[in-house]
């Protein structure tokens, strides 16, 4: 193993931008639609829309942090550098939350489609054998990871594609409810709620998550201050223009489309489409994005505990080690695929809400940390610089921190416990590191994580 860990420069632009929307997983749009078309009174287009907005402006502040800090980290170093180190390991630790959970999520459901086509298989065998491949494909290489990744999106974008053009192909030929393709109907119209499209903008926000992820693959990444700022814009980009199709075509063609059940909706409207057909090419799709998720949420947390550990958060010598043939964490890629067979124990609502508090926060923190940096460090202020450094990323924290406060109690209080833990255990480790070397006051927390 490689004493000298460094990451090597491998991933060109489109790699990233599939990293990315692997990590995202378009076909997210369909796992969520019932429930929110239900949030947003039908008005999804609309509610797409919306949270792009939100989005966006976070999108912004990361573009602008991951060229002033263009290494592994993320939010961790961002918050770290520009805000405080307390508050960066405080970020970085309610961030972990997110990481080591979506592999989890991704494990999970996946096990979950393939004992729903093959009962006769538990849900556990597939965990298993889901983790054992993962693994595998991760320690051979990011750039393996990233062709597997690249192979999903273009599946996943191809069935929104077909159906996209299956629902137009109604509304042009008068199969469907409506034969007029340009409307405004599903942006404007009499029923329109704005509290109902906002409701639903909030819950649809996590579709977006895909973005941030890939600023831990910055140090991998050529070019990487030019490279990662192109990538998440494209991403968030390729994204909503999907989504808002997808929103669009369906409310026009079915204005009047209802289910009982909102776990299945998607699955419904999409056999009202192209029948049985179809619905077979959605599991199948549906199966493979799952999947090519968990590859790139392994790569992700992979290397944010490398980028812990390389600033002595997590042990050092355990996460920092680097395999001298593949190049990449090899123990991080085993350890998180330890950690993944705890799907095997968890339900899927509540992995979702650890990676929802972990994360808003981050969002929240990367906005506050463009301030820091550019507005107030750097005393970049004029009027343009107002905008970009000050006025945008107040916005970005605005909108997501009332996101915030849209998640229930009981994410709330499991995410301030696991910060207060995390409090906790930075005390005591300043405390070890303070007896350990001689060199620190043990009240001198600063300086043992900076």
Sequence with gaps: MNENPTLVKSLTLHQVVFMGLAWMTPMIYFTVYGVAFEAAGGMLAA??????????????????MVKAYPISGSAYIYTKKAVHPIAGY????????DYIFSPIIAILTFGIFMNTEFPS??????IIVMNIVLAIVNIVGIKSAARVSGLSVLFQIAFIILFCILVAKDIITGQADSNTIFSLAPFFNDQL?????????????????GFDAVTTMAEETIKAKKTIPKAIYLIVIIAVVMYVAISYLSQIAFP??????P??????????????????????????????????????VSRFLFALGRESILPKKLFTTIHPKYKTPVSNIIFVSVISLSAVFINLDSAVLFVSFGALTAFTFVNLSVIFHYYIKQKRRSPKETFMYLVFPLVGAAFI???????DKTTLMIGLIWVAIGFVYLIIKSKWEAARTRKYPISNVNQIID
């Design 263 to 300: 776990d299945n909706a998607a699955y419904s409207l999409v056999q009202l489409v192209g029948g049985n057909l179809l619905s077979s090419i959605f599991i199948m799709v549906l199966i493979v994005a799952t999947f090519t998720q968990g590859v790139s949420s392994v790569t992700s």
């Design 121 to 126: 298989i538990p849900v556990y065998v597939w």
């Design 193 to 209: 709620s704005i509290g109902g499209v906002l409701s639903g903008a909030a819950l649809i926000c996590f579709c977006f998550l």
């Design 47 to 64: 509610a797409y829309v919306t949270a792009f907005i939100a989005i966006f402006f976070t999108a912004y502040s990361y573009s602008q």
């Design 90 to 97: 405080l970020v970085g630790w309610a961030l972990l939350l």
């Design 256 to 261: 009047d489309f209802t289910f009982t059940n």
């Design 401 to 407: 921190g009332w996101l915030l406060t849209l998640l």
